[in-house]
Nanobody, 115 residues
């Protein structure tokens, strides 16, 4: 399994941008489908974006056109570029990696969108 560590969260004003990173350690990162979920207080965990081993992407309707997921297999890292942020994007963002029947999770990074 991979071990995942997220970074890049913080406080940003509405309309601003942030880039989250998820660094993976362990072997065979390129074999893992990767993605991001988010968890806001009092709400269900929500899939935000995912990227396949071949680079195919999928987005939640609520973030499509504002967020971009990408991966750099040479750096064992997946990114989430977030733009035009809204207060409703406030949540803990969690990175995951999935290979066959195994899923690994990071510890999460807090994103707060507020003026």
């Amino acid at each position: 399994q991979v071990q995942l560590v997220e970074s890049g969260g913080g406080l940003v004003q509405p309309g601003g941008s942030l880039r989250l990173s998820c660094a993976a350690s362990g072997s065979s990162f390129s074999r893992y489908a990767m993605g991001w979920y988010r968890q806001a207080p009092g709400k269900q965990r929500e899939m935000v974006a995912s990227i396949t081993t071949g680079g195919g992407t999928n987005y939640a309707e609520s973030v499509r056109g504002r967020f971009t997921i990408s991966r750099d297999n040479a750096k064992n890292t997946v990114y989430l570029q977030m733009s035009s942020l809204k207060p409703e994007d406030t949540a803990v963002y969690l990175c995951y990696g999935r290979y066959l029947l195994s899923t690994s999770w990071g510890q999460g990074t807090q994103v707060t969108v507020s003026s």
